[in-house]
């Protein structure tokens, strides 16, 4: 989502000049919401993954928790908590297409109180919190691998050991990606009201170009380096091409059907 939508939006604002998000308020408002809405859902989801992990670990040391950390791993336990986390996501984010508008041809916040309260909000849930407990719980999984490969027969495979290893490096990269461009957000925004630089509209644009690299990142992080998601993404991309393939043929055979009966 990041990107298509949100890199192609980017690329016709900051490239083309079309200033849409600055012209028309009811788009600044749709636009802002959903992808703030995205930015959140993305960290959500991946903190939940490394949760996942850990609760995955634990379960593997036989603790006497184990059928707790059973219960946080199965699919229905996973299915639920993204349907949660995407409603949470929606409805927490529900404040930004009321109080947003187009000031000064920027769409943000409504200057005074409610911009101070958001760039705070911002910066602590979207900056902060999510790359800070995504380390966290990513070194308590650390620490509980190491104890396992104490263990004489324990019951966690390589493929999972990997799958742990690449959640704890994407955390790791998702906040070094992450961080410049919330940390600048919360400046440049702070200069609005004031005389802002071609410096500062420069860093906010390179500082977005390296946020908007986390969704790639992980794609080739996951695909190159994993070989079930390799096998995924080239079956998919097979029966893509093989569906087009399907429909062109079958348009093909109705276009003659056609032109027969004529």
Known sequence: MNLTIGLFMWSL??????DF?????????????FTHVNFLLSSCLLTMASINRYARVRQAQMTRHRQRYISLCTHQTTYTTILLITLFCLIVNLHIPIYFQINQQECYARPGLYRL????????????LPPMSMIAINLATVVQIRNIKRLVHPTVSRREYHLIILVIMHSI??????????INKF??????????SENSRFAFAVTLLIAFMNPGLSFFLYTLTTQSFRREFVRAGKDFFYKIHQRSKTIYQIDIKTSERI
């Open 13 to 18: 604002t900051l490239g083309f000049h079309f």
């Open 173 to 182: 990269t998702n906040a070094i990606l992450t961080l410049p461009f919330t």
């Open 117 to 128: 309260l958001f760039d705070i909000y911002f910066l602590i849930f979207y900056a902060i």
């Open 21 to 33: 998000e600055y012209q028309i308020v009811n788009y600044c408002k749709i636009r802002r919401y």
């Open 187 to 196: 400046v440049y925004y702070s200069l609005v009201d004031s005389n802002v």
